[in-house]
T-cell receptor
């Protein structure tokens, strides 16, 4: 069995403050890990992914996530958020034996205020 | 380069009516998926296909049927719509090897069953 837990359903944050979105997973086999972002009334966009190699992965817009195998976590961080980062963020896990099926967390709504 | 195209984008159905959602991809991906997105639950897999002529059940298959007669198309059918099927539906396709991973989502279909 596999599960993906996003520990916070909503995270309010002030502009230019840091933010961390937590994601934990459970799986009996190796996994690939992803963060997706969904802006209001839009589809899903891939933010970043971990397949192998360096456990710290970065996106082009300042987000980073670190894969921690021992703690089975893949937390997402940004040191300074913008109003435009207001969106819903989804953590997703892919078991390497699962025909590419993604399992998503419930999502974390980030609301950035001035 | 269209990627993954879903039609229609919006639909309102009456309880008991039937409809088919169409997903088309032009990337020659082998794997295709249908997910539904509901508030507070993330995305959940309905059905998936690992190649032309194949389909399999995902996490929430009840009330839905699928077909993949052509590699580029993946159809999702609702035979008798119920209010519980009010949701946003996303189609996706993927290519996946040990060292690469590409996953593309469509823009979604917002379905309301009244």
């Amino acid at each position: 069995a596999q599960s993906v837990t996003q520990l916070d359903s909503q995270v309010p944050v002030f502009e230019e403050a840091p933010v961390e979105l937590r994601c934990n997973y459970s799986s009996s086999v190796s996994v690939y890990l992803f963060w997706y972002v969904q802006y209001p009334n839009q589809g899903l966009q891939l933010l970043l992914k971990y397949l192998s190699g360096s456990t710290l992965v970065e996106s082009i817009n300042g987000f980073e996530a670190e894969f921690n195998k021992s703690q089975t976590s893949f937390h997402l961080r940004k040191p300074s958020v913008h109003i435009s980062d207001t969106a819903e963020y989804f953590c997703a896990v892919l078991r390497t034996d699962s025909w590419g099926k993604l399992q998503f967390g419930a999502g974390t709504q980030v609301v950035v205020t001035p | 380069n269209a990627g993954v195209t879903q039609t229609p984008k919006f639909r309102v159905l009456k309880t008991g009516q039937s409809m088919t959602l169409l997903c088309a991809q032009d990337m020659n991906h082998e794997y295709m998926y249908w997910y539904r997105q509901d508030p507070g639950m993330g995305l959940r897999l309905i059905h998936y296909s690992v190649g032309e002529g194949t389909t399999a059940k995902g996490e929430v298959p009840d009330g839905y049927n699928v077909s993949r007669l052509k590699k580029q198309n993946f159809l999702l059918g609702l035979e008798s719509a119920a209010p519980s099927q009010t949701s946003v539906y996303f189609c996706a396709s993927s290519t996946y090897t040990e060292s690469t991973y590409g996953y593309t989502f469509g823009s979604g279909t917002r379905l309301t069953v009244v």
